[in-house]
Each structure stands twice: as structure tokens, then as C-alpha cells.
């Protein structure tokens, strides 16, 4: 393919946008148009960028008709989240409160004890993957609770009780010294 032929303008401007952007596909995208402005093949700008053939030409048809507008992705079809941001914000701000504070009987959000708390709160009911998705995405991270006794039980009496578990243990049961 024969090179575009980038103005000056157009060239600073896909410089600013690749050098002000944090959207790694805006990255890209620009990248391609001044790749193809060089000369480059869609097969050669493909394999230096790690994207197929296909999304050069995506790419290049986008900027055609829309200009430095077509280098951002667009929002993908489907419905919207039923994850408002007002429901986001209640999640936040359960995420960051102990469980007792609020009433309850545990100390560790699970994903289903959130969930359940935020249908209450919000009137909003979303499955647990996908609660742990938007916590992903609100920058928690979600870690199954270990259920241990520890800090919960006398420990002196655990210690105690477990010392002699290992002696009753060692010792010879009376059916085995009946046998011999």
C-alpha cells in the first residue's frame, strides 16, 4: 500500500494524541495511522503491534471517516449494567466498613453477604461473579475468608488440650495390650 499522505497538522496531532493518552488502544490506533503514513504494509503494522490484520484495517477505515474522533474505541452493544453508579458507591462504601458496624454477626465480607447487603441497601440484585467483577473493577480485590479459631478460643486451652491429645495418642489403647 502506498503511504497516506500525513500533513504536518495531522502528524502533530496523532503525536499528541499518542503522547497525551493513558488508553493503551488510543495508543495503538494512532500508531497505525502514522505507520501507515510512512508506508508501512497492514501485515508489517500488524505483526510490529501485536493485533491482526483485521483491526489495521479497522483502524485505518475509522480514522478515514471520522478523523482523530475514530481512534477510541466505541462502546461496545449490549444492555447497560445494572450496576448504577449510586450502587457503586454503596459498594464502595460497604467494602471499606467492617460488617459489625453495620449489625452483623461477621467480621469478613464474602461476596454473597455483600451482595445480599447491597440488595438490601440498593434494591439492586446482581449474581456474585459478577459483584466480584465490578469489585475488580473498582480496584478491590476479593479474597476468600479463612475460617480459623484462632483469636476466637482460649488458647492456653487449646494448647493444653492438644498436648495431651499427643500423649493419649503415643500411649498403647488396652485393646492392643489385651491382644499381645
Known sequence: M?????????????DE???STNDADVFRNATVILMTGVGRSKFDIAKDLGCSPATVDNVRKRYRERGLEGLPRRQPPGRTSRATPAYRAALREA???PPQT????????????LAKHLEKTTKITLSDDRLRTILAEEGFSFQRPKHT???KRDEAAYVRARDE??????????RMLAKS
Open 102 to 113: 453495620l449489625g452483623y454477626g461477621f467480621s469478613v465480607w464474602s461476596a454473597n453477604r
Open 17 to 19: 494524541v499518542r503522547f
Open 149 to 151: 479459631l484462632k483469636g
Open 95 to 97: 467494602v471499606q466498613t
Open 2 to 14: 502506498a503511504a497516506w499522505d500525513l500533513d504536518d497538522a495531522q502528524w502533530d496531532a496523532l
Open 165 to 174: 491429645l499427643k500423649v493419649l495418642k503415643k500411649r498403647p489403647s488396652a
